[in-house]
DNA sequence: AGGAATACTTAGCTGAAGTAATGACTTAGG
DNA sequence: CCTAAGTCATTACTTCAGCTAAGTATTCCT
């Protein structure tokens, strides 16, 4: 039993998205902001990549990595060198630092999401068990 | 079956809502905004509302409900009234304009994820139909 | 070798949120 | 009843996170 038509199902699941997007961004209480906790993510379980792949992983423009990474650089949470075969390229590593840093946050990140979670029905969490590869599918695509 | 464990979910299903809002910015093609266009649905749903209760429904801080409003007050899609009862309200209605612009602009906003949805087998999207009211839930809690 | 293409960076803009302070009005206490 | 405190909206300014355009360094192709 569909909630909602089909022609609705769109428009309902973006305004979730959105609302439920800024409510993590106010929800959240960390020192790294949201696209450097990402990153730091993104290199923790890809390894080393370049800024370029960071940016196509991310879809964002390079500049915007740059910022980020230059962010990360900064606070020593992540080391940047210049590519060995190809010298334009700049290839960004997370550091010992930036591990114990994403571990840390990585927490206190998603505790209010989880929390959350944790008082809905197994039924619920089952649900969204089932769509956040989905969500993830789309945000892809 | 669950893809995640437990502790992974509250991360995974953080990630893909960061990215497919991004996603759905980046594909939305209109002239309002998103803000804009979610606070035109709520009065067309509710009625006229005052600053505060759209500032409410969309937690968000007043200045930037107020910001809003200015907005569509601009292009001729609300009206502002001074409260009757407390002099200080400023009450928000939609006109014929608002509603002509919000039925014209759902459509095209919401196309992209439509057409994104259509691709999805029948069993995918009646998950997402099913996890769209727990998302909202969520936001809301 | 020289010109086109690629990878990142720099500089500056915009949209959409936030806080702090102000003005207008209402409510409550003495 | 009148003053003090509180509330609603607004104004002014800041921050965050994306963008484009243009610049620099390097590589690839003929």
New interface residues.
């Given amino acids: 039993m ?3 038509a089909d ?1 609705e ?16 961004v ?1 929800e959240t209480d960390s020192e790294l902001s ?1 696209p450097a906790m ?1 990153v730091l ?1 993104l290199l923790h379980r890809r390894g080393e990549q370049t800024v370029g792949q960071l940016a196509a992983a ?3 423009q390079p500049p915007s990595m740059t910022r980020t990474v230059t962010c990360l650089e900064r606070d020593g949470l992540v080391a940047r060198r210049q590519g060995e075969s190809d010298r334009r390229q700049v290839v960004v590593s997370i550091t010992e630092d930036g591990r114990t840093r994403l571990a840390a946050d ?1 927490d206190r ?2 505790e209010w ?2 929390r ?2 944790a ?2 029905t197994p039924d ?13 599918g ?4």
């Fill in positions: 569909p909630e909602y022609d199902l769109a428009a309902h699941l973006r305004a979730a998205i959105m609302r439920l997007r800024r409510r993590l106010q949201i990402t993510g991310e879809r964002v990585r990140r998603t999401l989880a959350r979670l008082d809905l619920e969490r089952a649900v969204l068990d089932e769509a956040a590869p989905i969500l993830e789309l945000a892809t695509a």
